[in-house]
């Protein structure tokens, strides 16, 4: 516990009021906003990385979940950021990195930003199903979530079987999300199918030919952004 209380003392020597304010802005905590209520402490991502990399093997899963279960934005994040670290550690066995897996799902509740979310989903999510195929199941599950982080979590776990050339599931996920109605899942499914056209622009065509008339136009945005100007524009107008 004395090594819990040292991550959160400083995760507070690091606070800055005024990165507070700003953040709490940034990240839509108002009043029905979708992080209503989100407490924000003023550190900046690449702090918290340094603090979790010093503490992430001195913290045992159970000290995690305690932070996870925090109000502070900032030491749900640090929490998240350590599972990553025990997760891709060289000395981590599958057993742990299955419990680290489990544990991950089972705080889709507190993974509740977006930041959250893209930091963390790909890098245990994705990884662990890229080696367990057999329970890819789950993306689907939570692609068809009514929680929009679970959905947020679905899309972008599929990046580590992108970065992999593996474009199926992503594909899949995609379309279950085109009639979703929330911004940032355009976005992020957006986003994916952006990374899919980097490495195969033939598969991203062949989404966009059929999908790119309904597709909300954010999503359609965020896909093309790496095609030639020509062929943006193309799209952009229906393919008239």
Not at 43 to 71: C, D, G, H, T, Y
Not at 188 to 195: D, I, S
């Amino acid at each position: 516990m004395d090594n819990l209380k040292e991550v959160k003392k400083e995760l507070r020597k690091q606070a800055d009021k005024k990165k507070a304010k700003l953040l709490q802005r940034f990240f839509k905590t108002g009043k029905g906003e979708y992080a209503e209520g989100d407490i924000f402490l003023g550190v900046m991502v690449p702090n918290q990385r340094k603090i979790a990399k010093e503490f992430f093997q001195k913290i045992n899963l159970k000290e995690i979940q305690e932070l996870l279960n925090s109000k502070i934005h900032e030491e749900r994040l640090t929490g998240l950021i350590m599972l990553v670290y025990k997760y891709k550690n060289k000395s981590t066995t599958d057993r742990e990195k299955e419990e680290i897996y489990e544990l991950y799902l089972k705080n889709t509740k507190n993974i509740n930003n977006w930041d959250l979310v893209d930091l963390t989903a790909p890098n245990i999510v994705g990884e662990n199903l890229l080696k367990h195929p057999e329970k890819k199941k789950i993306l689907y599950t939570l692609a068809n979530s009514s929680h929009l982080w679970e959905k947020r979590i679905a899309v972008l776990s599929t990046f580590a079987f992108i970065r992999e050339k593996k474009f199926e599931d992503s594909i899949k996920i995609s379309e279950i999300l085109l009639k979703d109605k929330h911004d940032l899942i355009h976005k992020a499914v957006g986003w994916m199918l952006r990374e899919i056209g980097k490495r195969n622009e033939k598969v991203l065509e062949k989404f966009l030919i059929k999908h790119h008339k309904t597709m909300p136009r954010t999503m359609l945005r965020y896909s093309i952004e790496k095609l030639s100007e020509k062929r943006r524009k193309e799209f952009l107008n229906g393919l008239n």
